[in-house]
């Protein structure tokens, strides 16, 4: 395989769905840019499949592991204890987003 074709497959997001055929090919995008950066964005991205925002969530989960903010896409690790009631967080899962 030439260095052209790799480039081609990651543009595309081949490699993507190698590594994460779970996470889902609409996910890709999104992945692109939040993957790696050390936040937890929760949403459709903190699931086994892709690999829990691809590892920025892993010490979010054990922090809340009832947590299941499937439609919440923020740092999820701001959000909560920032002062601010977040009505998505203010469940029992995430300790009602008390504030520390």
Avoid: W
Wanted: charged share 20%.
């Amino acid at each position: 395989m030439d260095i052209c074709t790799v480039v081609i497959k990651q543009i595309h997001g081949d490699s993507f769905n190698y590594r994460f055929p779970q996470c889902g090919e609409e996910y890709f995008e999104l992945a692109k840019q939040k993957f790696g950066d050390r936040k937890c964005y929760g949403g459709p991205l903190n699931t086994l499949g892709c690999e829990f925002d691809g590892g920025d969530c892993v010490n979010f989960n054990i922090a809340y592991p009832l947590f299941k903010g499937s439609n919440v896409l923020v740092n999820v690790e701001e959000e909560i204890s920032n002062d601010i009631c977040n009505m998505d967080f203010a469940i029992s899962a995430c300790n009602y987003d008390v504030y520390h």
